[in-house]
């Protein structure tokens, strides 16, 4: 069974920085993609960041280039966000998201249960 | 960026009847468009992916249609688990998917 557990959430001032985690289990970690999702408070789902099985590509919605770097270990299946900068509009659930497979069109087939992030002073 | 409009916002049914449930695309994402349920407090779980596929576990009364700009999901039959958020979501411009803004389907 997929499993994915998000860690490092919490509350944080503006243009302060934390690091999330997301630890995964249950299928071959290399040789996926993985992502970042998130859901501010009542509102729907956006897509943040994303890198490829080995970490050698990584992708960013406009709105966190520059300020957020995904990264992974694949020797302990985790992925990481780290998150600089931080602004108001980044409150949100933020979820892990596995990729259904490492070619193009693939779709989220696997969700953790989300880490929250609070940007408030 | 492609934008996916979701409509209606809100639907209201009664337990046994259809829900029908409709995702525009602003350009062609061929059959690329996945759709999610998400209950309160939960993560979104994977519904239908490749436009009319239903993923693993999922019941039969949940079905998927369209291609290009137009895809809707199909309810057959609501069950008192199905009320919930739907979302859409685009994955032809991977990495750079989009998600629909939701479809909440509610008791009426």
């Known amino acids: 069974e997929v499993q994915l557990l998000e860690s490092g959430g919490g509350l944080v001032q503006p243009g302060g920085s934390l690091r999330l985690s997301c630890a995964a289990s249950?299928?071959?970690?290399?040789?996926?993609?993985m992502n970042w999702i998130r859901q501010a408070p009542g509102k729907g789902l956006e897509w943040v960041s994303g890198l490829s099985g080995s970490g050698g590509s990584t992708y960013y919605t406009d709105s966190v280039k520059g300020r957020f770097t995904i990264s992974r270990d694949n020797s302990k299946n985790t992925v990481y966000l780290q998150m600089d900068s931080l602004r108001d509009e980044d409150t949100a659930l933020y979820y892990c998201?596995?990729?259904?497979?490492?070619?193009?069109?693939?779709?989220?087939?696997?969700w953790g249960q989300g880490t929250l992030v609070t940007v408030s002073s | 960026e492609i934008v996916m409009t979701q409509s209606p916002a809100t639907l209201s049914v009664s337990p046994g009847e259809r829900a029908t449930l409709s995702c525009r695309a602003s350009q062609s994402v061929s059959f690329n468009l996945a759709w999610y349920q998400q209950k309160p407090g939960q993560a979104p779980r994977l519904l239908i992916y490749?436009?009319?596929n239903r993923a693993t576990g999922v019941p039969a009364r949940f079905s998927g249609s369209g291609s290009g700009t137009e895809f809707t999901l199909t309810i057959s039959s609501l069950q008192s688990e199905d009320f919930a958020l739907y979302y859409c979501h685009q994955y032809n411009d991977w990495p750079s998917d989009t998600f629909g803004g939701g479809t909440k389907v509610e008791i009426k």
């Open positions: 249950g299928f071959t970690f290399s040789s996926y993609p």
């Open positions: 490749g436009a009319s």
């Open positions: 998201v596995k990729r259904s497979s490492g070619y193009a069109f693939n779709w989220f087939d696997a």
